[in-house]
């Protein structure tokens, strides 16, 4: 059986106060209707007073008391391409299951592990970081692991079921394994005879993250092709329906998503779960809280109508 999302978790490190720059600037433009009693941030963020633990402040209290509610249910809601540890808490706020951090270096939301470790500090446990790879060596993406408490590695290259094997190997049992398949130039039989060969591999990912480009034409806003996304979900859930010896992946919809079209996306596909990066942006790695806030909003309800 796939570990479940929720056991992926490591201690956090602390981060600075001062490291969140304008981070209660970023909230209010998220929430502006809010006071801030009702925002619930640290008083070492909100007076900008050094704090040497202030990052388990933070957890502590948008753990227990954020005004939006934290879809945790698997991997709901993912943001990723965080940049910075300020993105992180009106990320935070939002609510979602998860953050995405790229370590691929030819992408425009690469950041180095130094950083990815100070985003991941400021995370309560409701928001989990995942690690994204493009091709990676298994033992580079086990050195970070151990350096970024990372909840679950993304693999968003064109890794066969054989480079899968080696980082399941390589990593922690308790992390978590998306892989990212594209929509263009593949059909069902070929999604799925991957998936097959993942199995007898015995190394099945927990996720399937169905995006429209994998490598470096991801993450550059392109939708994915939502029919045959549909197709594919289908064909999970018979083959999960038909082998109930055999667990599947659940599937995790990506490709030009956004508050306007996440609604629509969920309804047509029915996948498991949703992601997000420039469609949620000011600028490429820079997060608009209010948009963050609007998907989330918006998947959640999406979601909730299915059931």
Not at 39 to 61: D, W
Not at 139 to 145: G, V
Not at 162 to 174: G, P, T
Request: charged share 20%.
């Amino acid at each position: 059986n796939s570990p479940p999302l929720v056991a992926a978790r490591h201690r956090r490190g602390s981060v600075c106060a001062t490291q969140l720059g304008d981070a209660e600037s970023i909230v209010g433009r998220a929430l502006p209707g809010m006071l801030l009693s009702q925002r619930r941030l640290p008083q070492a963020i909100v007076t900008g007073r050094k704090c040497s633990s202030c990052a388990t402040v933070l957890e502590s209290q948008l753990s227990n008391q954020s005004p939006m509610t934290s879809d945790s249910s698997a991997l709901r809601t993912k943001i990723c391409g965080l940049t910075c540890p300020a993105d992180a808490v009106a990320a935070v706020v939002a609510g979602p299951s998860a953050i995405g951090l790229n370590f691929f270096p030819k992408s425009k939301r690469y950041i180095t592990v130094e950083v990815a470790a100070e985003i991941a500090s400021v995370l309560p446990p409701s928001v989990l970081p995942v690690g994204v790879f493009v091709d990676e060596n298994a033992n580079e993406i086990a050195e970070i692991c151990q350096t970024v408490p990372l909840s679950g590695v993304q693999l968003h290259g064109k890794e066969t079921p054989e480079d899968l094997a080696a980082v399941r190997e390589a990593i922690d049992e308790h992390l978590v394994i998306i892989k990212a398949l594209s929509t263009a130039n593949a059909s069902i039989e070929n999604l799925m005879q991957y998936i097959e060969e993942c199995r007898r591999s015995n190394a099945l990912p927990n996720f399937i993250l169905l995006d429209a480009a994998v490598g470096d034409k991801a993450g550059a806003g392109e939708v994915a092709d939502w029919d045959k996304a549909r197709e594919f979900v289908a064909a999970i859930r018979e083959c999960r329906a038909h082998n109930s010896g055999q667990s599947a992946p659940d599937v995790v919809l990506a490709g030009g998503l956004s508050p306007a079209n996440v609604a629509a996306a969920i309804e047509a596909v029915k996948p498991d779960g949703v992601d997000v990066a420039s469609g949620v942006e000011a600028s490429p790695g820079s997060k608009d809280p209010r948009l963050m806030a609007e998907f989330v909003k918006a998947a959640q309800s999406a979601f909730q109508g299915l059931s």
